[in-house]
């Protein structure tokens, strides 16, 4: 009986595994079909000037069309994504989304900021992101690539730091995106010489609870600054992080208390009324 139970607890086992290995095998296979089918899209989150709160900026965050699931986050597929080693294939789409966009903008006579798309590791390193750069940069796109800072955790490869050296000749920006929040922060700030830095929202979210949290936030600046970077705080989520932010020396503000991620439609409305966010009384 006991080797009954033993079979059986082993075959509910295997049959689990074998469910969940099902349920990545066919998320995998959707992923890939809706890659090929353009569901891969983007919201734009607005960024602020930090002084005088007017539209400076906007980040384009992934989103997946799922036909039968609804708009998904990133967090609903990014990691699925990365298992199956289609990162890449997402920020290549992404990336024509908006540099198409841009394009759209243009022949409207509608003004924009620069637009910053975020880069998997995997992306940077290939060379053939190099030749999509070329060949689409002949437009005068304004971009921007945010790097996460624990891509510079380990040895850069030649590669990377090849494609890094592209984006500066064509005149675009590199943003170091999660500031602060692993250990490589300083290193990487250093050995990349972004031209931003984005200081990660959990470092902001708690200073309105532990005025400690604000030296940090001011210290991180300072090193920002010294290295001769811009700097954005991310993770504004209420007026009051606005309120607490003011004593924080930086360029531009990101966050929930002054616009959500938005459609691309949502977004072309906000350029043309350039709108500053409505705020209470603080
Ligand atoms: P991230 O680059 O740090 O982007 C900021 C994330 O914080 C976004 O989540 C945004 O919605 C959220 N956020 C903004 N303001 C606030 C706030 O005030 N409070 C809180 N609690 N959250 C706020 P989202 O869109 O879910 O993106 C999550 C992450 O997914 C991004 O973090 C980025 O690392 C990654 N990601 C997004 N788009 C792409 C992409 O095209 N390619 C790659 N490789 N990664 C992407
Ligand atoms: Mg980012
Ligand atoms: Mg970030
Ligand atoms: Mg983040």
Not at 44 to 56: C, E, K, V
Not at 91 to 114: M, N, R, Y
Not at 265 to 277: G, I, N, R
């Amino acid at each position: 009986a006991a080797k009954d139970a033993g079979r059986h607890g082993y075959q509910f086992y295997s049959q689990k595994i074998g469910r969940r290995s099902q349920q990545r095998l066919t998320q995998r296979q959707d992923l890939i079909d809706g890659i090929a089918q353009g569901q891969i899209t983007c919201f734009f989150q607005p960024q602020f000037d930090a002084r005088t709160l007017a539209l400076s900026g906007a980040e384009a965050l992934v989103r997946w069309d799922c036909p039968n699931r609804g708009i998904l986050a990133p967090a609903d597929f990014m990691p699925a994504a990365e298992d199956a080693g289609l990162t890449s294939k997402i920020d290549a789409a992404v990336f024509e989304k908006v540099c198409a966009l841009q394009d759209e903008w243009d022949s409207g006579g509608v003004a924009f900021p620069t637009i910053s798309v975020n880069l998997s590791k995997q992306r940077l390193s290939e060379r053939a992101f190099r030749e999509i750069l070329l060949k689409r940069l002949s437009g005068h796109h304004k971009l921007s690539f945010e790097l996460l800072e624990s891509a510079f955790l380990d040895q850069v490869d030649g590669e990377a730091l090849r494609n890094i050296q592209s984006i500066r000749d064509l005149g675009m920006g590199i943003e170091l995106d999660d500031f602060g929040s692993g250990r490589s922060s300083i290193v990487a700030l250093q050995n990349i010489k972004p031209d931003k830095i984005k200081i990660d929202r959990s470092l902001t979210f708690p200073i309105v609870d532990r005025p400690a949290q604000l030296l940090i936030l001011q210290a991180l600046s300072k090193v920002a600054r010294l290295e001769g970077a811009q700097i954005v705080v991310e993770g504004v989520e209420t007026e009051r992080h606005l309120a607490t932010i003011k004593n924080v020396d930086c360029d531009q503000l990101q966050g929930y208390a002054l616009g959500y991620p938005m459609s691309q439609h949502d977004f072309a409305a906000l350029l043309k009324t350039q709108a500053v966010p409505a705020l209470s009384k603080l």
